[in-house]
């Protein structure tokens, strides 16, 4: 099973046995991605899964705030007024219980695995900035390369600010330019000062390398991995 939907808890049959086995499906996939150092989608499931199962015990609720952006209020609601049914019937919530008692150590013990790769990438990540950085560093250019940088991933990216529950949060958007072979000459100065004449609207642009010590998965670990260290370092 390559994914767990978002309503697993409810949708279809409400049976220990039958939820144990659809739960243990999905961790194996998990673990096969883990094991390939792969940490997304997946990870971002767990802790969706995770955060939804703790409330839900706790709460007898669903957090609206934790389901993906592709699911509409009005789907919510339909799958909100599903549950509330359930809970109504105790012999369901019953066995409700014991799903959730079953898969939160399950999904809690697949999130620590997940937990240490993402801290050794997180470990092996090196930020710096290329040339003088400008007071105005919420957008700009990021340089991602892997190990034996041969190439790097030139993005453009732009900080965005929006208020949570709690606090301020910070999202970062990023649009890949372009991929730049590495060569001896090539420096990272010489491809800001390319971006500078090719692009005009940003004749003084923050710019960061951000560089691996390790070789990992592009897509599925280093640049989620990557984005979110940008973030609370330029957030300091």
Not at 52 to 62: H, P, R, Y
Not at 79 to 95: C, G, K, N, P, S
């Amino acid at each position: 099973m390559e994914k767990l939907s978002n309503d697993w808890l409810t949708q279809g049959l409400i049976d220990f046995e039958y939820k144990k086995y659809m739960l243990l499906a999905y961790l194996q996939a998990v673990k096969s991605s883990f094991d390939r150092v792969e940490l997304y989608p997946f990870m971002a499931d767990l802790v969706f899964h995770y955060r939804n199962l703790m409330a839900v015990k706790e709460n007898k609720t669903l957090i609206r705030e934790s389901f993906p952006k592709e699911i509409s209020l009005e789907e919510f609601k339909k799958l909100e007024l599903t549950y509330r049914e359930m809970i109504d019937d105790d012999a369901v919530m019953q066995e409700l219980e014991s799903i959730i008692d079953f898969a939160l150590p399950q999904i809690k013990s697949s999130l620590q695995e997940g937990s240490m790769i993402y801290e050794y990438v997180e470990s092996q990540c090196e930020i710096s900035p290329v040339g003088v950085t400008p007071l105005y560093a919420r957008e700009g250019y990021l340089f991602v390369t892997l190990p034996p940088e041969k190439e790097t991933a030139i993005y453009r990216y732009q900080v965005s600010f929006f208020e949570g529950s709690q606090e301020a949060l910070r999202g970062l958007n990023t649009e890949l330019i372009e991929r730049v072979e590495k060569k001896p000459l090539h420096t990272y100065e010489r491809m800001k000062l390319d971006l500078i004449r090719q692009y005009s609207d940003l004749p003084n642009p923050a710019t960061y390398l951000i560089l691996s010590k390790a070789r990992f998965p592009f897509y599925e670990t280093f640049m989620p991995v990557a984005k979110r260290l940008f973030v609370k370092h330029i957030s300091k």
